[in-house]
């Protein structure tokens, strides 16, 4: 089967989907002997208008789990901004250690309707947005390990010519299932969806970095304090800020983030490859 073209196309605000999928598309490039591309819709202004392949061309596509799913705030995006015209693809899930739950399967979803078919499945553990603790340092150099072998394994799947007629098989339940609630030990459900970061005025110094790397542009450039729109949680400013000035300080958000570190912090998820 004949590839033209190797692109990665990713969502990832604290970039740990870029470097799953960055990776496995240039090793794949390498392998079929093609050039390779990227499509990078992070920030807002790379959300503009229609992305359109080829049906020569090999999309390995990423968003990071967010409660379960892909994120609420890039669905509508990812349903309606890309036309596959029969490229191959990849549907690739990074998720915080707890569980990719539906993410995997919904992806594949979307991309089949969008126009492409696709090949492989992966889900793998990168540092979750919310903690510094829960799947640390992941991906680490074992995860990229296994992505190396899917990608060796998606590439003789080309060459060889032995595709699958019909959607590739990944876990997940479909119907897609709601997004995953935050709850207590008594099980009552945590709301954090209005609860948006503070900024320590001690440590910042207003280089704009938090402002212009938002990826629902919710913060004032003016007054970065300001969060004047919604807050998806990707937790890029908190994670990334030169200063170290942003922080969450909502009760609901610390308890919810605590949980998931004492259930989820010991064991070791493990990633998971369909091809």
């Known amino acids: 089967m004949k590839i033209t073209k190797v692109w990665a196309v990713y969502f990832s605000p604290t970039g740990n989907a870029k470097k799953v999928v960055t990776t496995m598309a240039k090793r794949a490039a390498e392998c079929l002997g093609v050039p390779m591309g990227t499509v990078n819709f992070t920030l807002p202004e790379n959300r503009e208008g229609v992305v359109s392949f080829d049906k020569e061309d090999l999309a390995f ?5 967010y409660a379960g799913r892909i994120p609420n705030k890039m669905l509508p ?6 036309e596959g015209n029969g490229a191959l ?4 899930s990074v998720f915080g250690n707890r569980n990719f739950d539906d993410a995997l399967i919904e992806l594949r979803n979307i991309m089949e309707k969008d126009g492409f078919h696709t090949i492989a499945g992966g889900a793998f553990v990168g540092e979750h947005s919310f903690s510094k603790t829960l799947g640390q340092g992941r991906p680490d150099a074992e995860d990229m390990k296994v992505a190396a072998e899917f990608v060796e394994k998606i590439a003789e799947k080309i060459t060889s010519g032995n595709i699958n007629e019909g959607p590739i098989q990944v876990k997940g339940e479909d ?3 709601p997004y995953y609630t935050p709850r207590d030990r008594n099980g009552n459900g ?3 969806r209005k609860v948006k970061p503070k900024t320590d005025l001690d440590k910042c110094v207003n280089c704009g970095f938090c402002a212009k790397n938002c990826p629902l542009g919710s913060i004032n450039l003016e ?3 300001e969060v004047t729109g919604i807050c998806m949680k990707c937790c890029k400013c908190v994670k990334l800020c030169p200063k170290g000035a942003k922080y969450f300080d909502d009760e609901g958000f610390l308890y919810h983030k605590t949980e998931l570190e004492e259930m989820y912090g010991i064991r070791r998820a493990e990633d998971e490859i369909f091809c």
């Open 175 to 177: 119907p897609i299932r």
């Open 89 to 92: 693809a990849v549907a690739v």
């Open 61 to 65: 596509f990423s968003t990071p789990v």
């Open 223 to 225: 007054n970065v304090a």
């Open 77 to 82: 995006y990812v349903q309606t901004a890309f």
């Open 190 to 192: 945590i709301d954090i």
